[in-house]
């Protein structure tokens, strides 16, 4: 089966959904949003990084320096009260779209 590409402007809320449970790293949330779907998207960590310095720009998330599993120094990210704020925001829209799209596209069609 195919790994499906990351839609343009989603990936921003799914990091945003990975940070609700818990801070982490960014190969941790990669390797989060990966398990959660089941292998079927294809995320790649430099958008995932991407994503994680557009976000703290925007006072969406912060960081801070951590030690990992494995010793090594990582940024380990968190969201914030905006970010939740956004997140919320966000998924009623997605939620929203993906229902009216889906609407369409099983539409039966109209008799002549």
Do not use: C
């Not at 959660?36 to 720009?57: F, G, K, P």
């Amino acid at each position: 089966m195919t790994s499906l590409s990351v839609v343009k402007g989603t990936l921003d809320v799914l990091v945003l959904r990975a940070l609700q449970w818990t801070p982490m790293h960014g190969f941790e949330i990669t390797n989060w949003l990966e398990e959660r779907s089941s292998n079927s998207l294809d995320v790649e960590d430099s958008a995932v990084y991407q994503a994680l310095y557009r976000m703290e720009e925007r006072g969406l998330i912060e960081a801070e320096w951590g030690v990992t599993e494995n010793q090594r120094q990582a940024r380990y990210y968190k969201i914030t009260a905006t970010g939740r704020a956004h997140l919320k925001v966000q998924t009623a829209q997605w939620v929203r779209y993906a229902e009216t799209v889906t609407t369409i596209l099983t539409a039966a069609p109209r008799s002549a």
